[in-house]
């Protein structure tokens, strides 16, 4: 019995990691209604970016935030706005412009490879102040790290549901994703929300990666297991929905670690992929969505 | 369409200079070597391209082959990414239109399997260094030759070092666990378990494939801890390993001893990325840094000057690969495909450069299988600076002097 | 398309004289690295193609097509390995299987738009290539979980599908796709094909004028899957060895969505045009870049991917086609005078 609560709370917490690799790929999709298929590479990015810090600077590895996020903000909004707006600009009568997936995903081939280039082909590990430390509840043991990044998670969560409900740009952001044109006659500049907004999307990724470093590995293809991973969540959550995204993560998380306790693990993948049909056939909305996306 | 009045020229123009520059050099001998340098798999495929430079590096500045008039040996990569398709296609290309005089390669057996066919299919010798699959040497092929052992000789010693453990220390295994990656590579190797458990008499509590893939691998963990094992055999590709020797230690698994197959274990960032979570663990390789071979030492320093991490079993092979190469292209004294073919199977390559091979000779069975490749077992050691070491232990003949092996090992 | 939609005579002569120098074009080029080159650009040209019956004329976003290409490579190779039914018959029954499995697939999905469709088709194939990868054995069918198949050499041989020589190949997916471009045309022109890019477009619309579009989206994407799979039996015949990754992966299914997006996709000729711009680049930088510095080809294969959207959003066939009409008219014009 004991085994399988520790089971379920393993699941709760690696899933809402998942869910937050999963906050900036929906955040993007609500506003922009585009697939970023670089997310993974992003995340990447963000882990080399933390895994550097934290190696060199000896510090506490969640200090790594302060210089991860910011940066891959700037990385975010200055990718959108080279590479991503014109692309956009092109299309922009289009409802969903689809020949952005296949910009990020050329993005997505770049930035890895470049990554093969630059860093090699070498497993890193960062060996932090948490790394590998356990808390011991009942003779069931949970990692710190995995702790501490469910309540980072948690809190990005409110902060994000919280800017998007109350601050100006929230609103902004918002009324953006509902309706192009009728924000951009408000006198909302979409190309800047937009610039904003992906902004925000690798600053999550940031967040995702720093919490990731201490317990994970860094390799210049690391982003690609959680990539699809993060397609399901986002969808099975609702596209677009930030606390979606968390749940998401949450159920694919509990669903893996106790699915595997009565199956192999290799039948537990099988068994994500047909939750999530199921669910898009019976609520496409997902759990969270708006209904006029799907 | 007129696109392609564009492209085929410039295909034809692009595929016949490069054609045609090899003529114009002086005498070499070109090998194609296809090894996976990008994806997943270009951890080791890096490695066997570096080794083989080295080597090639060494008999080139040595004079080239002296019966072929001092001709120099030219290495052509390509690479496979992992994927048959490309490994075929590469094959191919090398064989007609690079007109190599043999191949190497290719390290992913998915890969090796079919590109050999197509290497026997032109009969042009094909030399895999390293791809462990059983079959590839199992098809009645005249043209493939392999160094490293295959994967029927890693299960049999995993288990022979098993039982002599047991008789060493006294200590009874009656239950193993079997956790294995749901490749090619780890379902093959877990075919064989079951039916050597079974001769053996253990009693199989847990059978666990698992995608290496995987993201998160705690779940398999949990699962392992609590079927509670003696023993557990792994299987696991690089990422994976380190997921899983990592949540081993943090979760406190306990069991009298781990025995994984080479690969991500044997990877050189492996063990740096996990450090001591390791500990213990007894992992089977073709070769290791401390075995007492002649040469050795000295190869092993240039290697790490060059590139900055020690050999392995991976690199070792593609090492003694070139000179296998140099030393058939020495005895056929020509080029010829056929005559190349009869001087890899009369082979008997002892010493010299390859002697820092955990076995005496190179010698090929009428499969085409090296017959003296052997295996020796490591056990991973924190060491006085707090780095991790292999130490060979098993067979105990070659255990390194003075090393007392754990066994079991201590509980968390 | 629009080159083809007004067929004139400059434009039947064009077309004659580009088939006949590839069904020649095995008499200059002997070289099996080259045929092979072409082998797969067709291939892939075919396989797009096909996808472009649902991708490009149902106006949706399938990404997990390599879901067909495998479950075609994976019935006819069954039925050959298990009872020596032709691969040439087996190729029609995986062509039925994939078919059901699409409309099974479709039911459900082809009602959701854009993102939402394209990621439950990623769904899909992933799945079923776990499941694939899950199962040793299917009744009498060794399936082989992820070990893959491996078909026996056995020679020269029209029953078995095997040839020695490049040369068979070529010519029978050159024909394949010589076959599958003339549906397109005609499909273009059916019912079924006005329907669709009514639907396409504006889905709302056409329901409203009693076009029953999610019906003609099904046969579209059962007419797809059929064809999909019988690329897949050639593709199994060609290598004679696949496993779940290599022919079910996502690999193959983005690179046929980017080959149609490259080309320009629900138009005939897209397909061909971003076969033989994205294949020569990929083959051509791994040949000539993959052993100097690790993943450099593929870097370059990911900026052809951005500076071609980035230019041509619409894909090659726009440029391609405005060039060729100026290049017909002066022909028309000189032939004229």
Redesign the interface.
Known sequence: MI?YI??VI??IL?GSI?GLTAVGLTLI?GVM?V?NFAHGSILMVGMFAAYWFITLTGFNPYLALVVVVPLLYFFGYYMQKI?IK??FE??KHV?????????T??????L???A??VF??????A?TSVT?K?VEVAEM?F?LAKMIGAGITLLLGIYLYWFLKHSRMGKAVRATSLDREAATLMGIKQSRIYNIVFGMGCACCGVAACVLVP???V????G???D??A??IV?LGG?GSVPGAILGGIII?II??????FM???????LI??F??VV??VK?SGLFGLRQ?? | MNLKKFIVPAMVLAMGTASFSAYAAEKVVKIGNILPLSGPSASVGIQGKQAREMAVDEINKAGGIKSLGGAKIKLLFADSKGDPTTGVTETERFISTEKVSMVTGAWNSSVTYPSTQVAERYGVPFVVPVSVRDTITERGFKNVFRIAAKDSWWTRDQFRFLADMQKEFGVKVKTVAFVYENGDWGTGFAEKWRELAKAAGYKVVLDEPYPSTASDLTPVVLKLKRSNPDVVFMTSNAADAILLTKTMNDLKVNVKAIVTSGGGHADPSYLAAVGKSAEYLFDIVEWETDLNRPGLKETNAKFKKLYGYNLTGEAVDAYASMYLLKDVLERAKSTNPKALQAALASTKLCGGKTGLLAYDCIQFDQTGQNKNASLVIVQVRSGKDGKMERITVWPKNVRRAGYKVVFPQPGK | MKFLSNVQTTHKVFAALVLAVLYALPIFITSPVMLQIFILIFLYAYLTSSWNFVGGFAGVLPLGHSAFVGLGAYTSTLLYLTYNISPWIGMIAGGIVAAAFGLLIGLPTLKLRGAYFALATIAFAEGLRVLVENVEKLGPFEVRGPKGLLINLVGNSFKDFQFLSKVPYYYIILTMLVLVLILTFFMMRSKVGYYLAAGGEEPEAAEALGIKVSKYKLIAMAISCFLTALGGTFYAQLVLYFYPKSIMGLDMSYEIAFIALIGGRSTIMGPVLGAFLLRPVGELTRIYLGDTLPGLHLIIFGLVLIIVMRYQPRGLVEPVSRWLNILFDRIEKRRRA
Request: overall charge negative.
């Open positions: 085994g520790e089971s393993n699941g690696m998942y999709f209604k697939v590479i014109p692309i092109a299309e409802r969903e412009p689809i020949t952005v997936i296949i910009v995903t050329g993005i997505w081939y770049v890895d490879n470049l093969l280039l090699g082909a070498e497993f890193r590990v060996q590998g356990m043991y990692p317990f994970y590995y390799y210049p293809t690391v690609v297991p959680f699809i991973k397609f399901v969808v596209l998380g893996e670690t106790v699915g595997a306790q192999a693990a290799t039948w537990t993948e099988m992929y047909a999530f049909l898009l056939f496409p996306d799907y």
